[in-house]
């Protein structure tokens, strides 16, 4: 079974520009968790997504938002980008049975650069 | 557990001794937790899980240990090899939460040959 998949895997972008960020999830598995990962604050949640609807929201700003498309497919997009949002951002997947206690399953990530 | 930023903590381990990498975590009501290692370039990969009503779990090479008295977390990884050279992270996740995992700040363990 493949495993979680993201692309782009690398962006440079200036800033001010948005961006769009792409994840599959593992087949099968219906909830989709973003995280940005930085050297100074570590690996951080974003949200997560489950049946189109996001459950769960971390501490950014409005500028970071998603969505989650019929077939589990989930996107980010980052507008007005600023230096700080140079990261790793990671998906990740888990299935989903209902319970809280669910192992999530991450993607190779994509690194953004923003100049 | 709290990031450390640019300056992660490094276990140097020679090659086939056993390495223990510690974490503590936050939360009490947390019931979850999980071990991951990172490879330069590439995401966090799972290693092992353990739910709070265990203490102990052993899978292949690795064992982690609860002690929920002192919010404490263990990887003991056994006959430590030079592919075990990683970044290891420790989550948490706490069920009034979801699906969020709270990250531990990562261990960098280096195994010299």
């Known amino acids: 079974k493949a495993g979680v998949t993201q692309t782009p895997r690398y962006l440079i972008k200036t800033r001010g520009q948005q961006v769009t960020l792409s994840c599959s999830p593992i087949?099968?598995?219906?909830?989709v968790s973003w995280y940005q990962q930085t050297p100074g604050q570590g690996l951080q949640f974003l949200f997560e997504?489950?049946?189109?609807?996001?459950?769960n929201k971390g501490n950014f700003p409005g500028r970071f938002s998603g969505r989650q498309f019929s077939n589990s497919r989930s996107e980010m997009n980052v507008s007005t980008l600023e230096l700080g949002d140079s990261a790793l951002y990671l998906c990740?997947?888990?299935?989903?049975?209902?319970?809280?206690?669910?192992?999530?399953?991450f993607g190779p990530g994509t690194r953004l650069l923003v100049l | 557990g709290e990031s450390v930023g640019l300056h992660l903590p490094t276990l140097s381990v020679q090659e086939g001794d056993n390495s223990i990498i510690n974490c503590a975590y936050s939360?009490?009501?947390?019931?979850?937790f999980i071990w991951y290692k990172q490879e330069s370039g590439k995401g966090p990969q799972f290693i092992i899980d353990?739910?709070?009503?265990?203490d102990k779990r052993q899978g292949q090479r690795v064992t982690v240990l609860l002690n929920k008295t002192v919010k404490h977390l263990s990887l003991q990884i056994a006959a430590t090899q030079p592919g075990d050279s990683a970044v290891y992270f420790c989550a948490e996740n706490n069920p009034a939460a979801g699906n969020k995992l709270t990250f531990g700040g990562g261990t960098r363990v280096l195994v010299k040959p």
């Open positions: 990740a997947s888990n299935i989903h049975r209902g319970a809280p206690q669910e192992t999530q399953y």
């Open positions: 997504y489950f049946s189109e609807t996001q459950r």
């Open positions: 353990i739910r709070s009503n265990m």
């Open positions: 939360n009490s009501a947390s019931d979850y």
């Open positions: 087949s099968g598995h219906r909830s």
